[in-house]
């Protein structure tokens, strides 16, 4: 089962949210005695539950170098009411609402009494190595839909006390379902259509292929038939270039292997993962944990990994 710090409640979560930002309460509801707010950290995704009372919640300049800034905030409206403003721009959001903000830019919002809400923190380096762009995502709201419903029920099942192995199990096809949602919100509405859906073309040919050893920006140029310089430009200033999108879906890959594969060799790995050789996937994890892969697997048992993704 799931060990009791990992889903924290009440007091705790209230803490959590003042070292976020500041934040105010009234209402009605107590925020040191009532289970008001639940906690639950994932190896990627973090889960707040909150129920009951209003509160104001207002992240400026002075928080935005915090390590909450490296996130993209979602926020699932159950029941209440929520105003929101980031960047000039106020919205109302009203149950079966979702809402997207990136923690790197003032918020300031008001939860009204008796509002029930979820949010997911993703990290924006998983995004971007997913092809999610989240500068066109923050302050954006939309409707929940069929897809948005599957996610709430799955968290539903983790703050329901599911055991650990399930839990992360669920974390995984949330992140999932939660990739899917993005990419279909993301979008410039100035971008080409031609260029956008190249774009996403791109992305799925990594999506399929990435343990492919032999994939490169010249082979997915020459599946799009396009150049290799047009394809470049299509991630210029988007976030990763294609070549870190590609190591960073093999990375993410392997590690997941390190973590639920504990008989397979490290040479195995490298290449289930695409990195094609044991000395490539050894220079990747040095560079992007400053270890090696048999020592992060080591690490693993004691609970004291970051995610390379994260």
Known sequence: MRSQDQRVASRSGFDELHAMAEVRLWGGHSAVHGDEIQIWRGRRITLYRYNGGGFSFRRD???????????????????????????????????GGVAAFRMDRPLESRTEPGTALTVAHLPFR??????????????????????????????????????????????????????????????????????EKTRARAMQLIDEHYTDVELDADRIAAALGSSRRYLYGLF?????????????????HAEQLLINEPSFSIRRIAHLSGFGSEDRLLRTFKQMTGESPSSYRRRVATGAVVPISS
């Not at 300049?61 to 996130?71: G, P, S």
């Open 126 to 195: 998983y995004l971007e190595s997913r092809g999610i762009d989240t500068r066109q995502l923050n302050g954006q709201c939309w409707e929940g839909g069929v897809l948005c419903a599957a996610v709430l029920r799955m968290v539903d099942s983790i703050f329901g006390g599911c055991p650990e192995d399930e839990a992360l199990v669920l974390e995984a096809g949330i992140i999932e379902v939660l990739i899917g949602i993005l990419a279909e919100h993301d979008s410039d509405q100035l971008t080409d259509d031609v260029t």
């Open 61 to 95: 300049h002075e928080y935005l170098a915090d390590d909450y800034a490296a996130n993209l905030s979602l926020g699932f409206l159950h029941e209440g009411e929520m105003t929101a403003t980031s960047e000039g721009q106020t919205q109302i959001h009203r149950p």
């Open 236 to 252: 210029e200033g988007r976030g990763p270039s294609i070549a870190t999108l590609i190591r960073d879906r093999r990375a993410a």
